[in-house]
């Protein structure tokens, strides 16, 4: 399956969609979620082409995944999220919970975020 040029976050990239930026360097592009699911939800999303993290990984430059993961370490701090914590999210595919098509990294934060997973 090839990369969706009109998935919202492409759109974002290219500033056809206005976006409430909370950081941006060459490498990504952060902003609050639109549905935030803790005090805190940002997502940090990639400049570079890729639906998911595998994706990614396989066809990013080594600068760009560090300038990537680098950038989402930075809004935490900027954020001041490191002393109290914070958890990062990737949802990957169908079964992952992925809804749009654009790797994106979720950043909660602001209480405590409880077990990755509900126990049934």
């Not at 592009?29 to 570079?48: C, G, R, T």
């Not at 950038?71 to 992952?96: C, F, H, P, W």
Request: glycine share 8%; hydrophobic share 45%; proline share 7%.
């Amino acid at each position: 399956m090839a990369y969706d040029e009109n998935n919202i976050f492409a759109k974002m990239l290219r500033g056809e969609i206005p976006v409430k930026k909370i950081y941006e360097d060459e490498y990504a592009l952060a902003f609050p979620d639109i549905n935030p699911q803790a005090p805190v939800h940002v997502l940090v999303i990639p400049k570079f082409k890729a639906r998911n993290f595998p994706e990614f990984v396989q066809n990013a430059t080594n600068e760009q995944i560090a300038g990537f993961m680098k950038a989402v370490a930075t809004v935490a701090a900027q954020l001041g999220l490191q002393e109290d914590g914070y958890r990062i999210l990737s949802n990957i595919g169908k079964n992952g919970g992925q809804e749009v098509p654009h790797l994106h990294i979720h950043l909660f934060a602001g209480k405590v975020l409880g077990p990755m997973l509900c126990k049934k």
